[in-house]
């Protein structure tokens, strides 16, 4: 009898006959909207093995109400909606789609720095409506990219590949990272500086840590006040790592000048949240990664881990290793 497993996002038609072919496959047919949470505890009952995404809460009680629950394979890198320590005391395994984003991620994180300093998203706002009557020697100026400073907060694999677009620019690059990378240094070029250090001296600074309880509102009050009024933060990493109201504060006060924002605390934001009423924030809706081949490559690489875990084999993204190993 072949598993059952649960698809919690309509996805491309040859994603789901591949997985069709080993699991019997029950799928939340919307794109845009995320599954209720009842209907998810209540698929999961009679689920073998799950397909998620970041939007699903995956925590103890939805866990306990899944009794034959062996695999999840969530479609992301980040797993913070995943109670990571359940699931393994649950002996159900872990897996997520890492490394495949990492080129898509890096271009628009460069793509937001360079919306930012150049006030694009204005620009394109005031010709389209009609305010564009001549040409003025300060109209929408903006910030130069090349030969500016760049800090980067957490040089891993999508850090690495920002500090590579910089390069193109004649960029400085000051990283701060819990491991210092000399290989990186020296092919790249990069300098590593204290966190304070960084985020004292850029021009633009790149949020791309992990979300831990240590980077939890690392950026606040007091990051900040140590940035230069001309700083422009970039955050394509985790939206917890910000503190929104702190950042809000420091925008209306002339703290620092703008703000490029991928990801939010809650998703996806509202549209009455303060710092989309400020014209020098630029928001997008978490698409970091959404590039069509890239997000397929993620589809497919769910599926192979979730089949390769059903069959107790154990997927190199698996981020609970003990539980398929023993």
Known sequence: MKPRVYVTRKLPDDVIERLAQTCHVRMWESEEEAVPRDVFIEELKAADGALTMLTEQIDRSVLEAAPNLRVISQMA???????????????????????????????????????????????????????????????????????????????????????????????????????????????????????DEVIATSDFLCVLMPYTKETYQLIGREAFAKMKPSCRLINTGRGEIVDEEALYDALVQGEIAGAGLDVFTEEPISTDHPLLQLPQVVALPHIGSASVATRMTMAHMAVDHLVAALQGKAPKAQLNPEVLTS
């Open 77 to 195: 890198v980040g797993y913070n909606n995943i109670d990571l320590a359940t699931a393994t005391a649950r002996k159900v395994a872990v897996v997520n789609t890492p490394g495949v984003l990492t080129e898509t991620t890096a271009d628009l994180t460069f793509a937001l720095l360079m919306a930012v300093a150049r006030r694009i998203p204005e620009a394109e706002r005031f010709v389209k409506e009609g305010k564009w009557k001549t040409w003025a020697p300060l109209l929408l100026t903006g910030a130069d990219v090349h030969g500016a400073t760049l800090g980067i907060l957490g040089l891993g694999r999508i850090g690495e590949a920002v500090a590579k677009r910089a390069r193109g620019f004649d960029m400085t690059v000051h990283y701060y990272s819990r491991t210092r990378k000399p290989d990186v240094e020296e092919k790249l070029g990069v300098q590593y500086r204290s966190f």
